[in-house]
């Protein structure tokens, strides 16, 4: 690498986070709709290990590219969860249109502390950067939401490209809203999605907070990978 890498982000595990993410989301719904369920999240968690798209990344899903048929489709998984968990039909279509609102809802994601400082740095520096998230259809405005549209040249859903990580389409997108640079570095926490995906397409792979048995590189926070950025671009000129 000559020349500074195109940076392509992760967003949720990486730039913010989400308390319980879906399953947490699910527990509120549950609390605020169905009281005295008894229900913790080491119940919800397993029933909710598989059904997303993106726990389906080999296919493309060109049918859920419209917002309401994405939010469709996952709203008939929650409503199987649910029913699983020992709710009624009838209440768990109310639980899974509570949960649609909170995952979409911008206020549910907190930036990390370093998020904000370690973007505008890299920005400052001359890096390029997009988002590439399997995640919402409203990830573009929560993205604007916490203030982080202006530092990156796209952001880019799989609720609207039809793709989710680890596929190689995905990241063929996210280098071609880049202009197809000469090298870039995928950075997120999933070694699978972020790491193992990004490493097949001849993707720099860095993942940060949380250790992973791997060759990629790693950084425990945010505010460390500025530095590795430079060590290691100043060691390839």
């Known amino acids: 690498m000559s020349q500074r890498p195109a940076l392509i982000w992760d967003f949720d595990g990486t730039l913010a986070y989400q308390e319980g993410k879906w399953s947490g989301a699910m527990i509120a719904a549950m609390d605020e709709l169905a009281c005295g369920h008894g229900l913790t999240l080491n119940d919800v968690r397993p029933l909710m290990s598989s059904g997303f798209p993106w726990d389906q990344p080999d296919r493309l899903h060109p049918e859920l590219c419209n917002p309401q048929a994405w939010w469709d489709f996952l709203e008939t998984y929650l409503v199987r969860v649910a029913v699983a968990l020992g709710v009624q039909p009838e209440l768990a279509g109310k639980i899974a249109k509570r949960v649609h609102a909170v995952q979409a809802d911008s206020r549910s994601y907190h930036l990390y502390p370093d998020t904000l400082s370690t ?10 950067m997009v988002i590439l998230s399997n995640h919402v259809p409203e990830l573009p405005q929560i993205v604007q939401d916490l203030g982080l549209t202006e530092l990156f040249e796209a952001v880019l859903g799989s609720a609207q490209t039809a793709v989710e990580k680890p596929h190689p389409q995905a990241f063929a997108l996210a280098r071609e809203a880049l202009g197809n ?34 060759p990629f590189w790693q950084c425990d926070q945010l505010s460390e990978i500025e530095a590795l950025l430079n060590c290691k671009v100043s060691n390839t000129e």
């Not at 973007?119 to 390029?128: A, D, F, I, N, T």
């Open 119 to 128: 973007l505008v740095s890299l920005k400052e520096q001359g890096y390029r």
């Open 181 to 214: 640079p000469a090298s870039a570095v995928m950075i997120g926490d999933n070694p699978r999605a972020d790491g193992w995906g990004a490493y097949q397409v001849r993707i720099q792979p860095l993942i940060v907070h949380g250790s992973s048995a791997t």
